[in-house]
């Protein structure tokens, strides 16, 4: 399992910078990079306010964190178009805070 790249995947595709995602995550932004390069294991608590952050349920940073063994019974095939279709779904924020983190009031 590889929660890093996971999470520096989501940020990516969300087009959030570390800083913001940090922000919203309240962690510093060194530790969000420790995390996203596999330097530290995050608490439960962690992921749910990383995932929270980026907008993605925590369940499918478990998921594009997994490597093909971690996932049973599913077959390659299916786990890649899952993989592509939870890929495709983050490419546009719901809203501009995924962005920037910022918050307009």
């Known amino acids: 399992m590889n929660i890093g790249r996971a999470i520096r995947l989501c940020r990516t595709k969300r087009e959030a910078s570390q800083?913001?995602?940090a922000r919203q995550a309240s962690c510093?932004?060194?530790y969000l990079s420790m995390l996203e390069n596999n330097k530290?294991?995050?608490t439960l608590s962690t992921l749910i306010r990383v995932?929270?952050?980026l907008q993605v349920p925590v369940g499918l940073l478990f998921f594009l964190?997994?490597?093909q063994e971690d996932l049973g019974p599913i077959d390659e095939k299916t786990?890649?178009?899952l993989m592509q279709s939870i890929l495709a779904s983050l490419a546009k924020p719901t809203n501009a805070t995924a962005q920037t983190g910022e918050q307009h009031g």
Request: negative net charge; without cysteine.
């Open 19 to 21: 800083g913001a995602v």
């Open 28 to 30: 510093s932004v060194s």
């Open 40 to 42: 530290r294991d995050p």
């Open 51 to 53: 995932a929270q952050a």
């Open 65 to 67: 964190a997994s490597e």
């Open 79 to 81: 786990a890649g178009d």
